[in-house]
């Protein structure tokens, strides 16, 4: 059984290892996580990088496709949109919670918002997953 322990065990020494991202929740229909942000994900005057932003939403709903594929399937993301609606400062810390809006044979659409600890949105991203089917002799190991 694939748990949000178990996903996080897999980010080690990966980009969601190096981005702080911890995993809280993790199901077919939601996954929950935070990221604290650290000045090296910043911009200037000291704000979370918009591109901090994208990667912790992508991640989460790569989580997210992962728990709804079928054997032997993989996934990437081909298309991502993200609103920007406000700051999330150095040291504090963000909740991603990504849930589906169309989980499909051929491609899934995920919604995460991205809040502060004052419960302020920061974000809102809206991501598309390919499902990449098994092909013969190719693994995705």
């Known amino acids: 059984m694939t ?33 604290l942000i650290r000045n090296d994900m910043c911009t200037l005057p000291g704000i979370m990088h918009g591109g901090a932003a994208m990667a912790f939403a992508d991640t989460l709903g790569a989580v997210a496709t992962m728990l709804n594929l079928p054997e032997g399937a993989g996934t990437t993301t081909i298309e991502s949109k993200t609103n920007f609606l406000s700051v999330a400062p150095a ?42 089917q098994p092909r013969a002799g190719l693994t995705l190991d």
């Open 91 to 132: 040291g504090e810390r963000v909740v991603g919670e990504c849930t589906p809006l169309h989980v499909g044979r051929t491609t899934m659409v995920w919604q995460t918002r991205i809040l502060r600890q004052d419960g302020r949105q920061v974000a809102q991203v809206i991501q598309t997953q390919l499902v990449l």
């Open 3 to 35: 748990t949000a322990q178990t996903i996080q065990e897999g980010f080690k020494g990966l980009f969601p290892d190096l981005l702080g991202i911890q995993l809280l929740e993790a199901d077919k229909a939601h996954v929950k996580a935070e990221m």
